[in-house]
DNA sequence: CCGATTTGACCGAA
DNA sequence: TTCGGTCAAATCGG
């Protein structure tokens, strides 16, 4: 994000904080307003919550590329149940303003012949039919998204048939300490001299999902400058270099997760001698 | 009982 | 208005 559309959107998000509030001071301060104001008020708060959570998180992806240590406030699902009287009509509770389309944050995406297990513990949230696909879209957060303030999210979709190919795309990085599957370097006999297999939690089917990786990359090729593009390339030919596209993973360095740095850690304390 | 999933309603950007 | 992302009540299941 360009540092000054940055600067503009958090005194945007700022300054409407800012009016809320005053509102808010006015309905606070009016007397009267008793049990129906309080809905409104409730709401409002949420509003300038929001303002701010979406300002610190502006400031904390524009100033730096690594993850905002900002947790987001929660909006759980508090309900202002008044006392007693309620309206017990089927009618929906409004919901206005009780949250925000999704933060401009850096997504990356990953396609697989299955369904890809990375390691962390997901919640499934909602499923969407989308227009002119033919399979429907799943949306998924952290399982820690409440207990740890964790961000992480996902969608996953299948966009072939034939040969099965899944689409998960990622959104925010994990920083919930939570890694529900360790991940495993197994040695695969069978492959070509000097592959491996990078294989991720204990599946049925852990070849699938794995991602076989050659001895003759080195370091650098895993250690870019932060905001470049890292391109780990895992190849299981015998040549140097020789990367089958399929076999490719790569995601910005500057989102690059605890996955990719585990990954990076047991590839290379999994290799003998390089 | 309690956490996960399902599912239709709701919200807001385009 | 349409569409896709999110919410949350109902439901499932260990």
Redesign the pocket.
């Given at each position: 994000m360009e540092f000054s559309s940055g600067r503009k959107r958090v005194i945007d998000e700022l300054t409407r904080g800012r009016e809320l509030i005053d509102h808010l001071r006015i309905m606070l301060n009016g007397g009267g307003g008793g049990a129906l104001e309080q809905p409104l008020a409730e709401g409002l708060v949420d509003k300038i919550l929001d303002t701010f959570n979406e300002s610190l998180s502006i400031l904390s992806s524009t100033e730096s590329d690594e993850v905002s240590q900002v947790p987001a406030m929660n909006?759980?699902?508090r309900?202002s149940e008044g006392s007693g009287e309620s309206c017990k009509t089927s009618?929906?509770?409004?919901?206005?303003?009780?949250?925000?389309?999704?933060r401009t944050s850096e997504t990356w995406t990953k396609d697989t012949p299955t369904l890809y297990e990375d390691g962390h513990?997901?919640?499934?949230?909602?499923?969407?039919?989308?227009?002119?696909?033919q399979h429907p879209?799943?949306?998924?957060?952290c399982?820690h998204k409440y207990d740890q303030g964790c961000q992480a999210?996902k969608?996953v979709q299948k966009i072939q048939d034939d040969p099965p190919l899944y689409r998960t795309t990622y959104?925010g990085l994990h920083t919930c300490k939570n890694l529900f599957k360790p991940f495993q370097i197994i040695m695969d006999s069978t492959a070509r001299d000097s592959s491996l297999i990078l294989s991720f939690g204990s599946s049925p089917e852990p070849v699938s999902s794995a991602m076989e990786i050659n001895r003759s990359f080195s370091s650098a090729d895993y250690f870019m400058p932060p905001s470049d593009h890292l391109t780990a390339a895992f190849s299981s030919g015998a040549d140097h270099g020789d990367v089958i596209s399929s076999d490719i993973y790569s995601c910005t360095a500057s989102t690059h997760s605890m996955e990719t740095d585990m990954m990076v850690e047991s590839l290379f304390d999994s290799l003998p001698e390089l």
């Amino acid at each position: 994000m360009e540092f000054s559309s940055g600067r503009k959107r958090v005194i945007d998000e700022l300054t409407r904080g800012r009016e809320l509030i005053d509102h808010l001071r006015i309905m606070l301060n009016g007397g009267g307003g008793g049990a129906l104001e309080q809905p409104l008020a409730e709401g409002l708060v949420d509003k300038i919550l929001d303002t701010f959570n979406e300002s610190l998180s502006i400031l904390s992806s524009t100033e730096s590329d690594e993850v905002s240590q900002v947790p987001a406030m929660n909006f759980d699902g508090r309900k202002s149940e008044g006392s007693g009287e309620s309206c017990k009509t089927s009618l929906p509770k409004d919901r206005r303003g009780r949250y925000k389309r999704r933060r401009t944050s850096e997504t990356w995406t990953k396609d697989t012949p299955t369904l890809y297990e990375d390691g962390h513990a997901w919640r499934k949230y909602g499923q969407k039919v989308i227009l002119n696909a033919q399979h429907p879209r799943s949306y998924l957060r952290c399982t820690h998204k409440y207990d740890q303030g964790c961000q992480a999210s996902k969608q996953v979709q299948k966009i072939q048939d034939d040969p099965p190919l899944y689409r998960t795309t990622y959104h925010g990085l994990h920083t919930c300490k939570n890694l529900f599957k360790p991940f495993q370097i197994i040695m695969d006999s069978t492959a070509r001299d000097s592959s491996l297999i990078l294989s991720f939690g204990s599946s049925p089917e852990p070849v699938s999902s794995a991602m076989e990786i050659n001895r003759s990359f080195s370091s650098a090729d895993y250690f870019m400058p932060p905001s470049d593009h890292l391109t780990a390339a895992f190849s299981s030919g015998a040549d140097h270099g020789d990367v089958i596209s399929s076999d490719i993973y790569s995601c910005t360095a500057s989102t690059h997760s605890m996955e990719t740095d585990m990954m990076v850690e047991s590839l290379f304390d999994s290799l003998p001698e390089l």
